[in-house]
DNA sequence: GGGATTTATTTCAAGCTTAAAATATATTCG
DNA sequence: CGAATATATTTTAAGCTTGAAATAAATCCC
């Protein structure tokens, strides 16, 4: 039998965060890479970051995932539940998607699915009242993982950002009010 | 038989970009959310918007992945190649996730595995010839779509946002250099 | 009413992702 | 040398993700 009862010293199975990464000049002309090139992967970088250690928790402390708990937050700001169609479209996902996510939330309890009367097709879902309780739970600790993510990231600077991301995201959907 | 040749009239399976995004102002005291969780939901979600963008066009131009890109990526700036560890750090991710992403690159060609002369357990993946010429052809059109997906934000909210955002992510990893 | 079309959803195949377990090869040091 | 330990990698189980195909129910319109 293998005499060491350490979890895990083998190789590094965890390490993740910016994938694109690599593509850090490259193909670019100089040594740096060009602005909206090193723009991009820099911003991905950020976003990855902060979402492994999102998902680590939530796989840690309450042995749950991200989509599982975005399910539930749409479901929890929708009293009267919705279907899948509105829950896919609410989430960005695809709708094959939202389908295996609400199964495994109506396996552990928390959402329950009643067919729609005005819809043979459409089943409503929504949160049981045990699912409202340990959303409002997760919501807490998401919060309060997010704030520690971004404590040593100064307001101000925060606001800034926060602008700025406000353009880019227009800009990069409609432009719509140019 | 169905009368319609379209591909595909039926359900959405296809938007997606913003998860977290149902978090908008939840759990939050207001209707507005706080500021670190507008903050982080906002990030996310210009990150997910580029990035789907992109793996859409890795598939439908090029048949094949971004994490086959950043593999790809990791190696073309390896003219002697790179055993499955270094790859694993370059790219932050799992050491079991190289494994089959360099084994699809091998099946189709772009990429050889050769024994590494001084450690037994290691094999060295390097690009072959027509890996490179492939390479340079993705690196052209992905550059080419994040200049496209950028184009409406001007040069100087990039530069802006880039520092922002090389502060963030000092701020988010060690801080060291405070 | 009833066939054609549209819409809502599920199923499926393929691929990415991780963490943990299993292998296999080095390295250390007694 | 040889056992213990460390390192490199693969395999595996579980889950997310998509797009396409398959169902099934509703709607349109003749």
Redesign the interface.
Known sequence: MPPDPAPSRD?????????????EN???SGSAG???????V??????????KQ?RRNFQEQFDTT??R???M??L??APDGLNM?AL?????????NVTSIVRQLQEQGSVVARPDPGDGRSAIAALTPAGKAHF?EL??A??QW??A??A??P?D??????S??????R???G?EGE
Chains 1, 2 share one sequence.
Not at 34 to 40: A, G, Q, T, V
Not at 88 to 96: D, E, F, P, T
């Open positions: 190789a590094d199975g965890m390490r993740r965060g910016a994938s694109i990464v690599a593509v490259v193909s670019g060009s602005l909206d090139l090193r723009l991009w820099r911003l991905l970088g950020c976003a990855r970051i902060i979402e999102l991200l989509p708990f975005d399910v937050a749409a929890d700001r169609g896919s479209r609410a989430l960005l996902v695809s709708n094959g409002a919501a807490r998401h919060h997010v704030r993510a971004l040593e990231f307001p600077r925060q606001e800034q950002l926060l700025l991301l406000g353009e880019l995201r800009s990069l959907l432009e």
